[in-house]
């Protein structure tokens, strides 16, 4: 199993949803770095659902800080901490035991791990697991800012029931980060998006509304500005070759409608039966204003892994 990601900067996180905590661990940042514990609070708060048709699950995110940390700063080692889970109630998860939620991992978890994975809940295919990564990306957001890196999320369509669509932009990114083919910058980014629960999809630049326009229309050409080099129109979101080209980097993610619903549906058991059931309960609903901040803080990760690996 693999619950890290990053080359020259690794990041990990540990627990499951209804476990006693969750966690992450940061191993290759340089020791003597202060901590912003305020800005990590905020940007928890952001994650934390603001409305009750979002879900009924509200975990206070009090975080302990086990390793890597000394008077506020970093040290020499891996910066590690953990999130108390404190709102668990197992039992509106028992029929969940027995049979299969469309459209979840219920059903492939079981199968490969053989009926010993977690039984409440998600598990470690849990959108839980998206807090650590929070406040890894808080700690990481704060270091790019040093370079004079920004990232903001924008909820671009979302309705209930539906799923959503959001615009990732990267600003302050220099020439030349990335590296071509199997470690360009798209496919970096594009596998940690994928490692959020419910995004099914990725498109960089202006793709999805233009494949099927004819390059005479929509060409790109350089033009200067104070004498440095800029695109017309950077239609293809600020990556060429796999690498930066010093335009801002944007992207849209696709999430797919959350599963759990509360009218009935044709589902399986563990005997393989088909049975009818709904699936109401304290699930996610709706993250679409929720899982901005954790777009936000994967694509800080990678992005300050790929500036380490540059060395830029």
Request: net charge neutral; aromatic share 12%.
């Amino acid at each position: 199993m693999s619950f890290s990601i990053g080359r020259k900067v690794r990041y990990t996180i540990f627990g499951a949803s209804h476990d006693i905590c969750v966690g992450g661990m940061i191993d290759g940042i340089k020791a003597g770095i202060k901590i912003d514990f305020d800005f990590i609070n905020e940007e928890l708060s952001r994650r934390r659902p603001k409305r009750a048709d979002e879900t009924a699950r509200v975990e206070s995110d009090d975080f302990l800080f086990i390793s890597g940390l000394e008077n506020g700063h970093t040290t020499e080692a891996p910066f590690a901490f953990a999130l108390k889970n404190i709102d668990i109630k197992k039992s509106d998860y028992d029929k969940f035991q027995e049979i299969f939620r469309p459209g979840q991992a219920d059903f492939s978890k079981f199968k490969k791990y053989n009926g010993k994975a977690f039984k409440t809940g998600g598990g470690v295919f849990s959108g839980r697991m998206t807090a650590p990564i929070v406040v890894m990306g808080a700690v990481i957001k704060k270091l790019l800012a040093n370079y004079g890196i920004t990232i903001n999320s924008e909820v671009m369509f979302a309705k209930k029931g539906t799923g959503s669509r959001i615009k990732v932009k990267v600003n302050g990114i220099k020439v030349g980060v990335g590296e071509p083919f199997f470690d360009s910058l798209e496919a970096n980014i594009s596998k940690a998006m994928f490692g959020i629960p419910s995004i099914k999809g990725i498109n960089f630049g202006e793709i999805e509304n233009l494949y099927d326009k004819n390059i005479s229309e929509y060409f790109e050409e350089y033009k200067l500005i104070d004498g440095l080099p800029k695109l017309t129109h950077n239609y293809w979101g600020g990556i060429d070759g796999g690498v930066s080209n010093g335009e801002e980097i944007y992207f849209y993610v696709l999430l797919k409608p959350i599963q759990t619903h509360d009218f009935e549906v044709n589902t399986l058991n563990k005997n393989g039966d088909i049975v009818r059931s709904c699936f109401n309960g304290r699930h996610d609903k709706n993250i679409a204003n929720r899982v901005g901040v954790v777009i936000e803080a994967m694509t800080a990760m990678i992005i300050y892994d790929e500036l380490m690996v540059s060395e830029l």
